[in-house]
């Protein structure tokens, strides 16, 4: 069975310009997290969907930031603009139940320069 | 807001030698669940084990057992007889039992282990 998987592994864009990541949770997860790791601090929580509704989105940093899951399937968050301070790591995980153990992906590098 | 504080940025040990990592939250809850987490260099952020607060006895997984004390709010990982392969970042994490509080976890700033031959 896949894991979950996030694409693209890395990206670097320059600042201003528009970035879409993108989440397939594992099949049957209902329950999809974002989260982000800025370098040195810790990971931080960003949203969660129950199928394609928002539960959770007390950690957006701001209307920068786009999160989607049309369907229910799979999840993207958009940046627009990048800034320099969007660069780190963006996780991304799923669990099948509320409160179920969490899945996480490899992450998305960004850079941002 | 819960914190986590994961005060060790780095730790090394020996290969079969056994490792302690340190973690401690602030949480004015009675009900939550902490986890650790392992994430090796560009793989998946995996879970190795999970402690319910209400649970007195410590989790066990294999080579990796926690050292969880409610009071002082400390849940530290012991891994024994390390192996190469646990070389990765840990992540200790906190979440709370309270639906209304959301399911998102709260992470420490992680710790890197190395392991040396």
């Known amino acids: 069975e896949a894991g979950v998987t996030q694409f693209p592994s890395h990206s670097v864009i320059e600042k201003g310009q528009t970035v879409t990541l993108r989440c397939d949770p594992i099949s049957g997860h209902d329950n999809l997290y974002w989260y982000r790791r800025v370098m040195g601090k810790e990971i931080k929580f960003l949203l969660h969907f129950v199928k394609e509704s928002k539960q959770d989105e007390s950690g957006m940093p701001n209307n920068r930031f786009l999160a989607e899951r049309t369907g229910g399937t799979y999840s993207t968050l958009k940046v627009q603009p990048a800034e320099l301070e969007d660069s780190g790591v963006y996780f991304c995980?799923?669990?099948?139940?509320?409160?179920?153990?969490?899945?996480f992906g490899q992450g998305t590098r960004l850079t941002v320069v | 807001a819960q914190t986590v504080t994961q005060s060790q940025p780095e730790m090394s040990v020996q290969e079969a030698e056994t490792v302690t990592l340190s973690c401690t939250y602030d949480t004015s809850e009675s009900d939550y669940y902490l986890f650790w987490y392992k994430q090796p260099p560009s793989r998946q952020m995996i879970l190795v084990i999970r402690?319910?607060?209400?649970?007195?006895q410590n989790a066990t997984e294999n080579r990796f057992s926690v050292n969880f004390q409610k009071a002082a709010k400390s849940f530290s990982l012991k891994i024994s007889d390390s192996q190469l392969g646990d070389a990765a970042m840990y992540f200790c994490a906190y979440r709370s039992y309270q639906s209304n509080s959301g399911y998102a976890l709260n992470f420490g700033k992680g710790t890197s282990l190395l392991v040396t031959p």
């Open positions: 995980a799923s669990s099948q139940t509320l409160g179920g153990t969490a899945f």
């Open positions: 402690q319910e607060a209400y649970k007195q």
